[in-house]
């Protein structure tokens, strides 16, 4: 399945949301789904329709296709932890993710873009891969070129969201560090765990 291209706010809109990651954009003008006019009679959701947008939240906040969702599913099933927390461990270790929660780039598609176009180092070394996991005592850093672009001087001055603990930020050296692995009380937005680990409980083995 490919990763979704259109419209962002019809996606947050789609699940009745603000997903940080996404967009900047905010859906309190128009916070009706897709489709749906202002003060139309609203269908209650079946237990089905729950489960799927509490997983939605997921893959549109990090923009991961589905495939990619049930193979870290997979490994957090595997895992020792909780499924649900262990899963949200693995989307925030993304190298994507880190950029974004560092307050390097405004959004998680930017990040992907910065990393993709090598401008993020890890340790001191070039890595392109948006669905790298960083690991704790790793660093990331900007090059030269990329500590200029407008994008990301605007986001470091006015991140998105605030900092986790888990992750220290050096201004001087324009380089964030993770200190600890990513945990549940940092959290972006509001997410059911347990639904989600009920809707692929049975696919996914």
Not at 71 to 100: P, T
């Amino acid at each position: 399945m490919a990763r979704y291209t259109g419209p962002r706010l019809k996606l947050m809109r789609s699940v009745g949301l603000q997903l940080p990651g996404l967009s900047r954009k905010s859906i309190e003008r128009k916070p009706n789904p897709p489709g749906m006019k202002e003060g139309q009679f609203r269908r209650k959701k079946s237990d089905f329709g729950l489960h799927l947008a509490e997983k939605q939240k997921l893959r549109f906040n990090y923009g991961v296709t589905e495939k990619v969702l049930r193979k870290l599913v997979r490994e957090a099933f595997r895992s020792r932890e909780h499924s649900g927390y262990k899963l949200l461990e693995l989307l925030e270790s993304r190298l994507d993710s880190v950029v974004f929660r560092a307050g390097i780039a405004p959004t998680i598609p930017a990040a992907r873009q910065f990393i993709r176009h090598n401008h993020i180092h890890v340790n001191g070394k070039r890595v392109n891969i948006p669905s790298y996991r960083v690991t704790p005592g790793e660093e990331i850093t900007l090059t030269e070129k990329g500590a200029k672009i407008p994008t990301i001087v605007s986001s470091l001055e006015q991140p998105a969201l605030a900092r986790p603990a888990w992750l220290s930020f050096d201004s001087d050296k324009t380089a964030a560090k993770m200190i600890a692995t990513p945990d549940r009380d940092s959290f972006p937005f509001p997410i059911e765990v347990s639904l989600i680990v009920e809707f692929y409980a049975r696919s996914v083995k």
